[in-house]
T-cell receptor, first 118, second 109 residues
Framework: NAGVMQNPRHLVRRRGQEARLRCSPM?????VYWYRQLPEEGLKFMVY????????ESGMPKERFSAEFPKEGPSILRIQQVVRGDSAAYFC????????????????FGPGTRLTVT | AQRVTQPEKLLSVFKGAPVELKCNYS??????LFWYVQYSRQRLQLLLR??SRESIKGFTADLNKGETSFHLKKPFAQEEDSAMYYC???????????FGQGTRLTINP
């Protein structure tokens, strides 16, 4: 199992451009989470998705950010009209089940995408 | 407020010395707590969780509900323990982890 894959690993965008970050969960995992890590801070939850459904987007900024996890293909975190403050490391995690479902719960993390906005 | 506090950004100890990474949490419910570790050039990975009460790589962590703490301890540090350590808890009824800022642990030879 290759683990959670994220691409690109590094992304440079000019202000006003769009950024698309991709996440392929581990095989057999149907739950995907996105976290953002600003410089000198911990990871902050953004959104939780299952296939074709957004379950919890309470951590997503209200504007310019969107996420999807289609039936086929990777999960995508999309940032429109990027600003310098969007510069951060974006981590994706996946799990095979939900917390509280009776099994041992763990989120497996990808290597992250480092977004730099110039 | 739901928060994890790791008061030390940086911690440096000598090889063979005991190490303790502090973690305090603020949460009104009954949390499930974790320690994650990130070694150099590697991804974040789970080190241990409080419900399993296990020892991984010599590390242990005890949940103290009275002090709302979940400090990570190891009696004899090794050079390979140098890494970034994050304390986190899972919000009950939700699927999101709340992370602390992290502590960079350096073990000096």
């Amino acid at each position: 199992n290759a683990g959670v894959m994220q691409n690109p690993r590094h992304l440079v965008r000019r202000r006003g451009q769009e950024a698309r970050l991709r996440c392929s969960p581990m095989k057999g995992h149907s739950h995907v989470y996105w976290y953002r890590q600003l410089p000198e801070e911990g990871l902050k939850f953004m959104v939780y998705l299952q296939k074709e459904n957004i379950i919890d987007e309470s951590g997503m900024p209200k504007e310019r950010f969107s996420a999807e996890f289609p039936k086929e293909g990777p999960s995508i975190l999309r940032i429109q009209q990027v600003v310098r403050g969007d510069s951060a490391a974006y981590f994706c995690a996946s799990s095979p089940l939900t917390a509280g479902s009776g099994g041992t719960y763990e989120q497996y993390f990808g290597p992250g995408t480092r977004l730099t906005v110039t | 407020a739901q928060r994890v506090t790791q008061p030390e950004k940086l911690l440096s100890v000598f090889k063979g010395a005991p190490v303790e990474l502090k973690c305090n949490y603020s949460y009104s419910g009954s949390p499930e707590l974790f320690w994650y570790v990130q070694y150099s050039r590697q991804r974040l990975q789970l080190l241990l969780r409080h419900i399993s009460r296990e020892s991984i790589k010599g590390f242990t962590a005890d949940l103290n509900k009275g002090e709302t703490s979940f400090h990570l301890k190891k009696p004899f540090a090794q050079e390979e323990d140098s890494a970034m350590y994050y304390c986190a808890f899972l919000i009950q009824g939700a699927q999101k982890l709340v992370f602390g800022q992290g502590t960079r642990l350096t073990i000096n030879p």
